[in-house]
């Protein structure tokens, strides 16, 4: 098993930044592949960042290209999301994901073996 812990989560206007971080325990060895997706009210859950467990080969959507940033913190086992340029279409509960096993749709949430409980993130204009 595998558990995953986000925070960071807030309040913050349009144009500012939040990190936000998702730490894994558990049988942290098993995991081969991390992501963010997020779901707006209304809305289905949608793709945001992946990022092999190895911290290689991120991947964005392109909807936060170029202003957010997925990372790992190798030693600490935590995958971050650094979002800047933040706008109001941000808002939304942002939720932490692993795969245990190899994936190439990394887009999909079906392709995840583990969630957390999510953050939420109010961007105001």
């Known amino acids: 098993q595998v558990q995953l812990v986000e925070s960071g989560g807030g309040l913050v206007q349009a144009g500012g930044s939040l990190t936000l971080s998702c730490a894994a325990s558990g049988r942290t060895f098993t995991i081969q592949h991390m992501a963010w997706f997020r779901q707006a009210a209304g809305k289905e859950r949608e793709f945001i960042a992946a990022?092999?467990?190895?911290?290689?080969?991120?991947r964005y959507a392109d909807s936060v290209k170029g202003r957010f940033t997925i990372s790992r913190d190798n030693y600490e086992t935590t995958v971050y999301l650094q979002m800047n340029s933040l706008k109001p279409g941000d808002t939304a509960v942002f939720y932490c994901?692993?795969?245990?096993?190899?994936?190439?749709?990394?887009?999909?949430?079906?392709?995840?073996?583990?969630w957390g409980q999510g953050t939420q993130v109010t961007v105001s204009s």
């Open positions: 994901a692993a795969a245990v096993g190899p994936i190439t749709t990394y887009y999909l949430d079906r392709a995840y073996d583990y």
């Open positions: 990022i092999r467990f190895t911290g290689t080969n991120p």
